[in-house]
């Protein structure tokens, strides 16, 4: 009989030693919740949509992830003027 046990240990030993990695290794806290709701932001996509400075994007998920969990915050995208 073979059990994915192992296999399922290690992947969430992987995740949560990624998430400490984005939070930061030289502090001892956690995020402050802020930023990890900033962070879901970034979830499903919607860091292709979310800048950090104005004009400017985020690469890949992980970026966005990083800004947010270090605090950062995103640039509101104003909608162009309408054209009346």
């Known amino acids: 009989m073979h059990h994915n046990g192992g296999r399922a240990r290690l992947g969430l030993v992987t995740v949560l030693a990624l998430v ?4 930061g290794s030289t502090s001892a806290t956690a995020a402050p919740r802020d930023n990890v709701t900033n ?16 004009g400017t994007s985020f690469n890949r998920l992980a970026g ?20 009346e």
């Open 20 to 23: 400490v990695g984005l939070v």
């Open 39 to 54: 962070a879901g932001k970034c979830l499903w996509g919607g860091w292709r949509s979310l800048q950090p400075n104005p």
């Open 64 to 83: 966005c992830l990083i800004f947010a969990l270090r605090g950062g915050t995103f640039s509101v995208v104003e909608p162009p003027p309408s054209s």
